[in-house]
């Protein structure tokens, strides 16, 4: 029988009902329209959509102008509940959100599996939203037309973000999402000023430049620039800011930074 990971922070991070996610999702992507082309790598925040959702937007409206079809998502974020070493993929066949569900691709969770660092865990992925943000942009931009594999990332080095990335890569078919946060909790001129300094390490593809604080997702995010290296592509920033200047206090802020790479 076929089993799914249900939502766990719909109600909290994005709308629970399904009317107003849709209309909240595609708002956001209208403001954010582009005749910019799909990236084959992006890096976006995974805040409550009030805060970073019209950063993500900015990348996700790309995905609207691609010109074949993406059929494999691989989605990569930090681990913010339940700690472990290494990365973690779950049993499940589904991962659920109030637009319905979204398959997810066994043959490539099973592939990453025979890696030694790859554990399954389901309580990993229970209560876990920097992967489950993205799922609503990824259902209203891609439709039902694509697989899922969502990796939660633990106590892990970058080299092996890049390993499981580099199994996975393929063609254009293929298109990997990193989420990550960036500065949390400082005044909104430091973390303006950190922000962009991490903003031209990510352009340049440059991991080392890339401090435990300046990104909560660091560990993935280098490992994405090890494999743009790799593979030749460039990076860029398509937006960046933070909750200050979307719907919070300039005291404490979290910063929120949109990147494609092509």
């Known amino acids: 029988m076929a089993t799914a990971r249900p939502p766990a922070v719909a109600?909290?991070?994005y709308p629970a009902d399904l009317a107003e996610l849709k209309a909240m999702v595609d708002g956001m992507l209208a403001e954010a329209a582009t005749d910019e082309?799909?990236?084959?790598?992006?890096?976006?925040?995974?805040a409550g959509y009030v805060y970073s959702g019209p950063v993500a937007a900015t990348a996700y409206a790309r995905l609207?102008?691609?010109?074949?079809?993406?059929?494999?998502?691989?989605?990569?974020?930090?681990a913010h509940r339940v700690p472990f070493r290494g990365l973690a993929v779950p049993s499940v066949d589904y991962f659920q959100t109030p637009l319905g569900l979204i398959p997810l691709d066994r043959t490539a969770i099973e592939a990453l599996e025979?890696?030694?660092?790859?554990v399954e865990s389901d309580a990993a992925h229970a209560q876990e939203h920097s992967l489950?943000?993205?799922?609503?942009?990824?259902?209203?931009?891609?439709?039902?037309?694509?697989?899922?594999?969502?990796?939660?990332?633990?106590?892990?080095?970058?080299e092996e973000v890049a390993e499981a990335l580099e199994l996975l890569w393929d063609g254009p078919e293929t298109l990997i999402v990193i989420s990550s946060d960036l500065t949390h909790y400082l005044d909104y001129e430091t973390a303006r000023r950190i922000d962009r300094v991490t903003?031209?390490?990510?352009?340049?593809l440059q991991p080392e430049r890339i401090g435990f604080e300046q990104a909560c997702?660091?560990?993935?995010?280098?490992?994405?620039?090890?494999?743009?290296?790799?593979?030749?592509?460039?990076?860029?920033?398509?937006?960046?800011?933070?909750?200050?200047?979307?719907a919070g206090p300039r005291d404490q802020v979290v910063g929120y930074g949109a990147y494609v790479f092509a």
């Open 37 to 46: 082309a799909a990236p084959k790598a992006m890096i976006v925040p995974h």
């Open 217 to 246: 997702g660091r560990i993935p995010v280098q490992g994405l620039l090890l494999e743009a290296r790799r593979h030749g592509l460039h990076g860029r920033t398509v937006d960046l800011r933070n909750s200050g200047d979307t």
């Open 64 to 78: 609207l102008n691609r010109s074949h079809p993406i059929r494999r998502v691989v989605l990569f974020g930090p």
């Open 132 to 158: 489950e943000v993205h799922l609503p942009f990824l259902q209203e931009t891609l439709g039902e037309g694509f697989e899922l594999v969502p990796v939660v990332v633990g106590d892990a080095r970058p």
């Open 199 to 204: 903003s031209e390490a990510i352009e340049h």
């Open 11 to 13: 109600g909290m991070f």
């Open 114 to 118: 025979q890696l030694p660092f790859v």
